[in-house]
């Protein structure tokens, strides 16, 4: 049912971009980490991100860190379909032998790309889910969207993810609406993994639960990850949450990245002032 | 003879300290050493002379201004771990390198076997077969059995420092990387640490080891590297005899 990538990663970006304006020939110069700002002065145009590049290995689990505003979600935005970029490419090791730019691909085949090869974890739960329909009509939702078929096998795939997830088979049957905030995250988890997707991507998908939550999920998170091996993109402005899940990490500032490297090189040894600022407030 | 396992060469390493006006300290400068397969090199010096700066820098987590990390992987193929891209750390990592420092940031509910069976798994050992493993590693480190099945984030430094001990040596790295691995032991303990490396290095696993008790480090080390404020101060001293 994994959809195994063919390339030596499973997501590749190259020079990704994403602007809200007209653009005008300052916007590069004028914006980013060194002008301080995301937001073209000249011609107003928000330059959300810029030459955003990455490799996510198959199984590898990537984090992109940086204060709110700095273009973490505009990336996963794009990447999930829910925006179209303003430049650059995607390839997924999984579609089209890892040469098939998703960016440009008809929206027919965007659909197929996001039902069957990609999952994404909102940081709002109303955003993952529909909150009206029951949790296991939740999970059905996404697995009748990937082609799946016969109402047993679904109801069976649905239980044993929730399960896994540690949401008691009582609820699968109860509307979302009425779980906790750590509860509806874990469904929100279970539904993306549902459909068994190369890549999943994942946008702050603890920062509004309380601490103790917050270590359950994330444990639950790396089992999973774990046992079905999928690439994971990991957005975060805690870096705690990257530590602990993370081999890699972005560090990302106005748009762009300021500096990527192994997570405990970022975390003891960062390079860039920036990230030496970031990690000392969270090491105070 | 036996073949360079790890030769460093001019080893520089400064931090940057931009929140301090650009200051620059000097972790270690110009280190040259040769470390040999099966060899155990012990790392000297007073405190703040750029021991841990130095495993760091060998294990990746610490990247370096200047000079080279030749070495030389299970293949024979050779890689300059100064240079390395990530995925290949990682590879080496999850493959021949392990690192042991001196504290543990475990995982909040992950209990202390799974958390120290973890590489096995990653390496593709089946589940059963590594919590064997694990569970004779801290039988043999006398970590209470009360303590297998519960949680290193309540552990005192002791009990973390075997959980870390074991997770390192159960995946049987060709290169372990050790900063004061028995600085939180009692001294039977210490001894049976100590017992237990000798062990590992009698079957061929390179060692490269800070440790501050000159006394352990001497029963250990075939060779003694001897740092001062980030300059080689004396090394390829033989300081003991094996067997
Ligand atoms: N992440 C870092 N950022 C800035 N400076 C650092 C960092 N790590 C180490 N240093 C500095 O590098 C120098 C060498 O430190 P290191 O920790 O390697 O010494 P050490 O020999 O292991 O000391 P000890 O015996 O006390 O453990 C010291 O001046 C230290 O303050
Ligand atoms: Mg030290
Ligand atoms: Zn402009």
């Known amino acids: 049912m994994n959809v195994a990538p063919a390339g030596p990663w499973a997501l590749r970006v190259v020079g990704l971009g994403k602007w809200f304006g007209p653009g005008c020939d300052a916007c590069l110069a004028e914006t980013g980490p060194e002008a301080g700002r995301s937001t073209c002065p000249r011609c107003g145009t928000v330059v959300a991100c810029a030459g955003v590049s990455f490799d996510l290995r198959p199984g590898g689990v990537l984090g992109i860190v940086g204060e709110s505003g700095s273009g973490k979600t505009t990336v996963l935005r794009c990447l999930n379909g829910d925006l179209t970029p303003s430049e650059g490419i995607a390839l997924l090791g999984s579609v089209g032998g890892g040469e098939r730019d998703i960016f440009t691909v008809s929206s027919q085949e965007r659909r197929q790309i996001r039902n069957f090869h990609l999952g994404m974890v909102y940081q709002s739960a109303r955003e993952g889910l529909n909150l009206r329909i029951s949790a296991g009509g939740n999970i059905a939702e996404r697995l009748l969207a990937a082609e799946w078929r016969e109402v047993a096998a679904i109801r069976r795939r649905a239980l044993t993810l929730l399960e896994r997830m540690e949401v008691p088979r009582s609820r699968m049957d109860q509307p979302p609406a009425t779980f906790s905030g750590g509860m509806q995250q874990r469904v929100q988890i279970a539904k993306a993994i549902a459909n068994g997707p190369s890549v999943v991507l994942l946008d702050e998908m603890t920062s509004g639960l309380d601490v103790s939550v917050q270590a359950g999920v994330l444990d639950l998170i790396q089992e999973i990850q774990r046992a079905e091996r999928m690439a994971m993109l990991v957005v975060s402005h805690d870096l705690g949450v990257v530590r602990l899940l993370c081999e890699r990490t972005i560090v990302m500032k106005n748009g762009r990245i300021v500096e990527a490297g192994l997570t405990d090189q970022i975390l003891e040894d960062p390079q860039h002032p920036y990230t030496q600022l970031l990690v000392s407030s969270i090491n105070a | ?243």
């Not at chain 2, 036996?2 to 006006?21: I, P």
């Not at chain 2, 589940?127 to 949680?151: C, G, H, M, N, V």
């Open chain 2, 1 to 243: 003879m036996t073949a360079v396992h790890l030769s460093v060469r001019d080893l520089t390493k400064r931090f940057h300290l931009h929140l301090l006006g650009g200051k620059t300290v000097v972790g270690f400068e110009g280190i040259s050493f040769d470390v040999a397969e099966g060899e155990f090199v012990g790392l000297a010096g007073p405190s703040g002379s750029g021991k841990s700066s130095l495993l760091k820098a060998i294990y990746g987590s610490y990247l370096v201004q200047a000079g080279t990390l030749l070495y030389r992987c299970i293949d024979g193929s050779i890689v300059d771990l100064a240079t390395a891209d990530d995925e290949t750390k990682l590879a080496l990592r999850r493959r021949e390198i392990a690192y042991v420092s001196q504290f543990l940031r475990p995982a909040p509910r992950v209990k202390a076997i799974d958390l120290a069976a973890r590489p096995l798994i990653a390496q593709g050992v089946d589940e059963a077969e590594a919590r064997e493993r694990i569970a004779t590693l801290f039988d043999r480190l006398r970590l209470p059995r009360d303590l297998w099945e519960s949680y290193p984030v309540l552990f005192s430094g002791g009990e973390q420092q075997r959980v870390n001990l074991a997770r390192a040596i159960a995946s049987r790295p060709r290169l372990l990387l050790l900063d004061e691995p028995t600085s939180a032991l009692d001294p039977s303990l210490q001894q049976t640490v100590v017992h237990l490396l000798a062990e590992e290095r009698s079957r061929g696993v390179t060692m490269i080891g800070v440790m501050h008790d000159e006394t352990l480090l001497s029963r250990l080390a075939d060779e003694v590297v001897r740092l001062d404020r980030g300059r080689l101060a004396q090394a390829g001293v033989a300081s003991a005899q094996w067997n």
